[in-house]
């Protein structure tokens, strides 16, 4: 059923995609500097636990609470 490499396609945009977005944000977190010292751990807690929203989230919001 179907095509075997949509299946491929669909496979790697649901599982790999959003797990190489999680590794970038830690990595993120972790070299980076945050005004409030908590925000550091408050931030991976949350990209660990809620994988694409928190992905989504610390882009959005929490990359503007760094020490330039």
Do not use: C, H
Request: charged share 10%; glycine share 6%; net charge positive.
């Amino acid at each position: 059923m179907g095509n075997p490499g949509f299946q491929e396609l669909l496979l790697v945009t649901i599982v790999l995609v959003p797990f190489i977005l999680s590794i970038w944000a830690i990595l993120d977190i972790v070299k980076s500097s945050f005004r409030e010292s908590t925000n550091k751990i408050v931030w991976l807690l949350v990209v660990l636990f809620l994988p694409l929203l928190g992905v989504i989230l610390y882009f959005a919001i929490g990359r503007s609470q760094r020490v330039a």
